[in-house]
């Protein structure tokens, strides 16, 4: 039996870092997903044209690679030998949720293969383990959105989802991979050297993020755009920015947006801009260098899609 499986890539609109350290944050699943199909084969292999990869999983894949990201996910299931074909429209490396979404796109796939249904919490469990092996300690936040969809509140691994009107929201890619261990470790440098600077610098990204979830509940895109911009101003605080990031979050807060910041672990990758006037931001973030992503929030989180 071949089972093809998808999940969502997630965008996290205000707490990332600071979640690292048990504070909150909140994030949305989108509509982007990644598609993983399994198949029974005589070895195990990947395939994922769009990064040139088909090639067998060795036991002793290279740390850190794809492929051993693939062989922690193939040994939590002791899954025999399989084909694995990934299919990705959350761009990988972009600080969308990449990793996550193709852990619980597997995993649920996998899953069917075993015949065993694995919930939204048992798969973010798992997820988890598989997301080690690209950052060491992450706080959880990307498999939890992936897992369960929608719009989730994270803290210290407490999951709520909650609901609220759609945000008129842009994603623009600066096109520069995002570093995410390297900028979490940056983050612990800082912690370990100044603990009372950072902390406080911590604090009020937590309170950023409780404040934003209630802007997202009323839908007061005014005071959600202006949470944003503080959280990019503490995110630079924290050395996680660029200045790709920044320069597309001030061409979109100069073209009008309410609000914007850099989203994910940073130093590339995404940012994210909240505006009335969609087209305007969309065009000053172009002409800034980015890639205007389309996407909206979904609610739909890990599924099976079909087996045949
Ligand atoms: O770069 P991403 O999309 O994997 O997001 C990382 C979010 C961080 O808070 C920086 C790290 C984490 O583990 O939560």
Known sequence: ???????????ILFGEHAVVYGKHAIAGALGLRANVTLSPARESSLEIADLE???PIAQDANPGSLHCFFKAGIDLLDLPPVRIVVDSDVPIGGGLGSSAAMACAF???AGALKKI???????????QEMEKVFHGTPSGIDAAVSAHGGMIEFCAGKISRFECPEVPLLIGDTGVSKNTKQNVSRVRILYDSDRQKTEAILDEIDRISLAGKQALVRNDLKALGKL????????????????ELDDLVSAAVKAGALGAKMTGGGG???MIAVAQELDAVSKAIEDAGGKVLETKFALAGARVDSKY
């Open 1 to 11: 039996m071949t089972v093809q499986a998808s999940a969502p890539g997630k965008v």
């Open 53 to 55: 990869i088909d090639s």
């Open 228 to 243: 944003m911009g503080r959280n990019h101003a503490l995110l630079k605080k924290l050395g996680v920015s660029s200045s």
């Open 117 to 127: 249904e694995l919930g939204p919490q048992e798969l973010w469990k798992k997820a």
């Open 268 to 270: 590339g990758g995404c």
């Open 107 to 109: 995993l649920k796939a």
